[in-house]
């Protein structure tokens, strides 16, 4: 199996600090390169500092998910105040500086000082689409590959399942029936996937499936750079072609004008018959009638979905019902090691965003990414 030699480094890195990080709460989390290492992400290029009415923060707004990890985080900023925001008063709302886990608009147009808003996910559509954090040029950082390892895990487990037909087998289970004539099964090695989105997560993916023996494709916005275990990475403007080559398509996309209901009755039509969808980007690339549609006549041979449009799905929607389908409850990245990777990201941006140094996970509020 070929490795790359950086991917590798950060592998290490990055499980020697989550042991440190399960151990105890009082264990000091790693700092500055170490931490960007950990988390295999590269610093922005320009430092904090230079952007206009940056000062050292003294109030931070804080979302009251995070209540548990306060102490960490307030030992990243000894300096500044941390206020959970149910508790925070007018005059806290209009003299922060920053907020963790919020970009709603009444907080923004109550909080004229903000500089900085951290987001706790890496889908952004919600903060990229706020007129008043566009208008005011808001640095927006998010979660971006702390969780692609979790959520990579998880589109192995509803490949393999979907492969093995284990929710055949399982209905079987529950009716006490040896279900000795079964569907064929398949395996993953010598299959293609096409890993839609070559991001965090994606590259996750990607190795993963590599690491079972399957050729690995893919397409990208940003370029056709990529590393050596996917054999070709194409531009959006690709995927038509791409999908009828896969046996297996991934969507680790994510949502912007230009991924909305990417996954619609023409894609599927050109999609190889007898290929599988798995999808864990967002629910809204996917037009959830055609996707019903190419399972009800057989084009797709099954679905996986851990993100479907609407959520949470009706009780009346018909993927509930079909057999060939798998649905998660939009719950890929709710593991520890996801966990502790976010609060790793939070307390190193608090840090730098402090420090005034180049920060972690910048969002481009263009791209919307």
């Not at 990080?21 to 000091?28: H, I, Q, R, T, V």
């Not at 209540?67 to 149910?86: F, G, I, S, W, Y």
């Not at 709710?334 to 402090?354: F, G, K, M, W």
């Amino acid at each position: 199996m070929r490795t790359h030699p950086a991917a590798g480094l950060r592998w290490r890195a990055a499980l020697t600090w989550l042991l440190l990080l399960g151990s105890a709460a009082a264990e000091p989390l790693p700092e500055g390169s170490a931490a960007a290492q950990a988390l295999g992400m590269e610093p922005a290029r320009e430092a904090v500092r230079t952007h206009p009415g940056w000062h050292p923060p003294r109030l931070i707004l804080v979302d009251p998910g995070l209540h548990a990890d306060l102490p960490r985080l307030r030992d990243a900023v000894p300096q500044a105040k941390l206020v959970e925001l149910p508790t925070a008063t007018k005059q806290q709302l209009a003299t922060a500086d920053a907020v963790l886990g919020s970009c709603d608009h009444a907080l923004l147009a109550a909080a004229p000082h903000l500089l900085w808003v951290q987001w706790l996910a890496a889908g952004v559509e919600h903060c990229v689409h706020e007129p008043l954090l566009q208008e005011r040029h808001l640095l927006l950082t998010n979660m971006q590959r702390t969780a692609a390892p979790s959520m990579a895990e998880h589109v192995m487990a509803l490949m393999l399942a979907l492969a093995r037909h284990l929710d055949y087998f399982y209905r079987a289970q529950q009716q006490q029936q040896w279900a000795a004539d079964s569907p064929r099964l398949e395996d993953l090695a010598g299959k293609t996937v096409l890993v839609v989105g070559l991001g965090g997560i994606g590259t996750e993916v990607a190795r993963r499936a590599h690491a079972l023996g399957m050729k690995v494709i893919a397409t990208r916005a940003s370029s056709r750079e990529g590393p050596d275990y996917v054999s070709y990475v194409g531009l959006p403007d690709e995927l038509p072609r791409l999908v009828g080559s896969a046996d297996f398509i991934v969507n680790c996309a994510p949502l912007t004008a230009q991924t909305t209901g990417i996954f619609n009755e023409a894609l599927f039509a050109a999609m190889k018959p007898g290929s599988y969808f798995v999808s864990v980007g967002r629910g809204r690339s996917t037009v959830t009638a055609d996707l019903i549609a190419a399972l009800r006549t057989q084009r797709l041979a099954g679905a996986a979905l851990d993100v479907v449009d609407p959520e949470p799905l009706p009780p009346d929607n018909p993927l509930w019902r079909l057999p060939n389908v798998i649905i998660t409850p939009h719950v890929s990245a709710d593991t520890s090691v996801t966990a502790e990777q976010r609060v790793l990201l939070l307390h190193e941006n608090l840090r730098r965003y402090a420090a005034g140094e180049p920060m972690l996970a910048v969002v481009d509020l263009g791209r919307g990414y």
